[in-house]
């Protein structure tokens, strides 16, 4: 058995999931197919080596199978593909036996691609000095990322420091958007559709981070006293800023980690931006996962709630991650775009089940088999 494998997941049969044949398995294949095009080609998650990602060939072989199905098998066609490749197995762990699921978005912001009346907050490209440190400087900084000054590494500017005119004159703004509010807000979810002025539209997605730690200001506003526990969203968060613009900046600044952004070209304009495997999102069926345990292109199957509490039992591919999402049962749902979207995933945070579907082959080398 692979190590601590054993501790996280046990395979179970595909009856045990609840509400397995009533789900929309051909939207899933259709996401799992754009990662298998990444596997194919690339395959970069194997490289970082996840706890439970098994072997490319594994993968490789599955997505060769995918191809015979044609390009929009229905839904049967689509399930019985799963049920014959894969093995469920649901994922534990005795630190968080409830796990956690959030929820995040392609904000809709108005926006220009010069400084114009109305538009004063930029939106930066990856700065040239920004890097990725080695192990060594990892070891010596803490960081992942920083800049590297008189030869020695050393943390990134601060989100103060970038917003109070560290970077005024050097070319680096990719947009100008109404708000700092917006800014923040696109930052969080490291993505964004800009309105333009003329009718168009620009996407933004992710390019790097700063490196410096991420603050939750939600929890910075709990803990003064600003908003109860039990309300706090970002819809609550918003207004709270908006009540409150002078004091609005100085809470963002707690947050010192700053994402920069680059243009997309995207080929599909009803997908999402890409994620960090590279390839666009789906509404309702990407998700974010800790990468420290799952291969990206790794169907997993989620039961939890929406807010409202309407049960969401859905087939969904891991195609991303993000730096609050630390543990194999924590995941973050893409929502997709719009009013809709923001909202549910604004006040999203429950809790549920997680089973990974995972290849015959990989089930067999990690030990976990039935």
């Not at 559709?193 to 997605?205: A, S």
């Not at 939750?216 to 709270?240: H, N, Y």
């Amino acid at each position: 058995m692979s190590a601590g494998a054993g501790k996280y997941l046990q395979a179970v049969s595909f009856e045990q999931l609840a509400g397995w044949h009533d789900d929309d398995h051909a939207a899933s294949l259709a996401a799992w197919n754009l990662s298998c095009a990444e596997i194919t080609q690339y395959g970069r998650s194997f490289k970082r080596k996840p706890r439970f990602g098994g072997a490319r060939k594994d993968w490789l072989a599955l997505c060769s199978a995918a191809q015979k199905l044609g390009s929009k098998p229905d839904r049967d066609t689509a399930r019985k593909f799963f049920e014959a490749n894969f093995v469920p197995v649901q994922v534990s762990d005795p630190a968080s036996p409830a796990g956690l699921f959030t929820g995040y978005f392609e904000p809709e912001v108005a926006g220009s691609r010069q400084r114009a009346k109305g538009y004063d907050v930029p939106l930066y490209a990856k700065p040239r000095d920004l890097v990725a440190f080695d192990a060594a400087q990892r070891k010596a900084t803490g960081l992942r990322y920083g800049r590297i000054v008189g030869g020695k590494p050393r943390p990134y500017l601060t989100r103060k420091q970038i917003e109070t005119g560290a970077y005024a004159g050097k070319g680096l703004e990719l947009a100008w958007l109404k708000s700092w509010a917006d800014a923040f807000f696109m930052q969080i979810q490291g993505s964004g559709r800009i309105r333009l002025p003329d009718g168009g539209t620009m996407r933004l997605g992710y390019a790097a981070k700063s490196g410096l730690a991420y603050t939750a200001v939600g929890a910075v506003l709990v803990r003064r006293g600003d908003i109860p526990r039990a309300e706090i969203s970002m819809q609550s968060i918003r207004k709270w800023m908006a009540d409150n613009p002078t004091r609005a900046r100085e809470l963002m600044w707690h947050n010192e980690s700053y994402v920069f952004f680059r243009e997309l070209n995207l080929k599909d304009p009803h997908l999402g931006p890409l994620g960090a495997q590279q390839v666009q999102l789906t509404p309702l069926r990407s998700l974010a996962v800790d990468r420290r345990y799952w291969t990206l292109g790794t169907p997993l199957w989620l039961q939890t709630s929406l807010p409202e509490g309407t049960k969401f039992n859905h087939l969904m591919i891991a195609q991303d991650t993000g730096s609050a999402i630390k543990n194999p049962i924590r995941g973050d749902i893409f929502f997709g775009a719009g009013n809709k979207a923001a909202e549910l995933a604004g006040h999203m945070q429950s809790p549920g089940k997680l089973f990974a579907l995972l290849p015959k082959a990989t089930v067999k080398r990690l030990g976990v088999g039935r």
